[in-house]
């Protein structure tokens, strides 16, 4: 059961339509910009529409499974990062609920028992 948990968690993501990568480096540099975007918001008072909160020279985005460049400003690489965490977290909790079976199916990588 963890085995599949982590091969979901690892499998990517969708937000805002798009897939996004979900390995472990993958939701680190998720993570970070989280943390960047964050204090732009509340230490910076970035706002909105600012893709270039990061105090680049560039407008920020985030790599998509696909490679395509998705431009994101902080708030929606706050939406970004919060959707990866309930990503993980959704399937944290399922694989527990399947081990508390008793039994545990025989199935249980069926995507019938996962989120």
């Given at each position: 059961v963890n085995a599949e948990r982590d091969?979901?968690?690892?499998?990517g993501f969708i937000f805002n339509g798009v897939c996004f990568q979900s390995d472990p480096d993958s939701r680190?540099?998720?993570?970070?910009?989280?943390?960047?975007a964050s204090a732009a918001i509340t230490l910076?008072?970035?706002?909105p529409g600012d893709l270039r909160w990061h105090g680049g020279d560039e407008d920020f985005v985030f790599i998509a499974e696909d490679d395509t460049r998705v431009p994101m400003d902080a708030?929606?690489?706050?939406?970004f990062g919060q959707t990866a965490a309930a990503h993980k977290s959704a399937l944290v909790f399922k694989a527990n609920d399947i081990k508390k079976m008793d039994p545990?199916?025989?199935d249980?990588?069926?995507?019938s028992y996962w989120p």
């Open positions: 091969r979901r968690i690892n499998a680190e540099n998720i993570d970070g910009a989280f943390s960047l910076g008072g970035k706002q708030l929606t690489v706050i939406a545990i199916p025989a249980y990588f069926d995507d």
